[in-house]
């Protein structure tokens, strides 16, 4: 009965889905999802809206397991960013010493997505840009914002 039960949660275990780091971009007023993006091992699969142009707000979110490891030491929440033409660029914080003083200033760098993401040991896909995004929340290609 004992092995029954081990057997049995054994297979549960293995049979439940991993969950990975995710990403969400929304546009600066957080009205409009303009793409996802979702972690698979160390794939980052990532969706955007392809003919957006502008300032964007860039969320990540990880498991309390992701927390608890460290999978992703330094990682913010939020970043700001530009989207252009499917092209996603975040403001990442970049830590420098001043020679003058002791103190850290701390000057934005702008990185690509998969440049981001690469000091992760994350590799990142995405869809082309000219495929229609079907994710929930996201606007279509045609849609006006008024």
Excluded: C, H
Excluded at 39 to 62: A, M
């Amino acid at each position: 009965m004992k092995r029954r039960t081990f057997l049995l949660i054994l297979l549960f275990a293995l049979a439940a889905p991993a969950q990975g780091l995710k990403l969400i971009v929304w546009d600066r007023e957080l009205q409009t999802k303009l793409g996802y993006g979702e972690s698979t091992g160390n794939k980052f699969s990532v969706q955007l809206v392809p003919n957006y142009s502008g300032p964007v707000v860039v969320l990540f979110s990880q498991t309390d397991e992701e927390k608890a490891k460290g999978s992703f030491p330094g990682l913010q929440s939020r970043y700001d960013g530009t989207l252009k033409a499917g092209q996603l660029t975040l403001q990442a914080p970049e830590q420098r010493m001043s020679t003058q003083t002791a103190n850290a200033a701390a000057a934005n760098t702008t990185l690509t997505l998969a440049r981001f993401l690469s000091t992760f040991k994350l590799s990142v896909s995405g869809q082309p840009s000219g495929q229609t995004l079907s994710l929930p929340g996201l606007k279509s290609a045609g849609t006006d914002n008024k």
